[in-house]
């Protein structure tokens, strides 16, 4: 069974997204990133002031849904999902003008911690993890996803998140900046709801033209030269189609530790 986006209204002008694929711990398919990329892109439109993105059965999301591909496509499909849904849903939330607020009910990982890190505001429940898993799948991780996170934490700590490979808990987390505030468990729903209330009552003109410049201000950093962009693209779209990738899905899923060939 696929998974599916929530939608639903808890106060005026806020509108709550909820991932839901309970079997696979919220993992990140094409409805639930499609959904994602067309509610944030149509919100304003709909007199939303403000959206929440959250998760089901405490759980934020594990991540991308890679672990049931068939390994006669596996290459090919893993690589679909992670370069386009995926992409899209982020470049929804980069483009939107409305603030948006992640409410992080449970572990928070893999693509589903850089979608987060692509909402304005985080809140996190205390309990949580947090963590980047990369190195123990044997993936290359997009150029853009990882300068999202230099530009939110610094290089230190992506290098510890990424190269480490370890699990972070909420209050770390805090620490760092990788969220705004760790609560607990149960008043993250309330929280989250206060601040998507008062930020839906602030001035709008203040929140489209602030969130305009402070991205104008963090894209004007770091800009790649058209050739070391295309030498990153291929780097990462070689690791799809590698055994270490593969392996590293399949030891995931079987709960062992991974044998990798270095290919």
């Not at 939330?93 to 572990?107: E, K, M, Q, Y």
């Not at 123990?136 to 230099?150: A, D, E, N, P, Q």
Request: net charge negative; aromatic share 6%; hydrophobic share 45%.
């Amino acid at each position: 069974m696929p998974g599916q986006l929530k939608v639903d209204e808890p106060a005026d002008g806020v509108r709550r997204l909820t991932i839901s694929n309970p079997a696979k711990r919220n993992a990140l398919d094409h409805p639930i990133l499609d959904a994602i990329a067309v509610q944030v892109t149509e919100a304003a439109g709909d007199g939303i002031r403000t959206l929440i993105l959250t998760g089901e059965d405490g759980m934020f999301s594990s991540g991308y849904d890679i672990g049931d591909i068939p390994a006669d496509v596996f290459p090919h499909e893993a690589e679909k999902l992670v370069a386009h849904p995926f992409t899209s849903a982020l470049d929804a939330l980069d483009a939107c003008d409305l603030p948006i607020v992640a409410a992080l009910t449970g572990h928070t990982i893999g693509g589903g911690l850089e979608l987060a890190l692509g909402c304005d505001l985080r809140i996190a429940a205390a309990d949580i993890k947090l963590g980047m898993p990369p190195a123990k799948l044997g993936l290359v991780y997009s150029h853009t996803g990882l300068r999202r996170f230099i530009d939110a934490i610094g290089v230190p700590r992506t290098n510890e998140l990424f190269l480490l490979g370890r699990y972070i808990d909420a209050p770390h987390a805090e620490r760092w900046g990788l969220v705004n505030h760790a609560v607990a468990a149960d008043d993250l729903a309330a929280t989250a709801l206060d601040w998507a209330t008062t930020l839906a009552g602030n001035a709008p003109l203040s929140i489209r033209g602030n969130k305009q410049v402070i991205r104008a201000l963090v894209r004007a950093e770091g800009e790649l030269t058209p050739e070391v962009t295309q030498e990153l693209i291929a780097l990462r779209e070689a690791c799809f189609g590698s055994d270490d990738f593969r392996e590293g899905v399949l030891a995931f899923a079987e709960k062992r530790r991974p044998v990798w060939r270095g290919r």
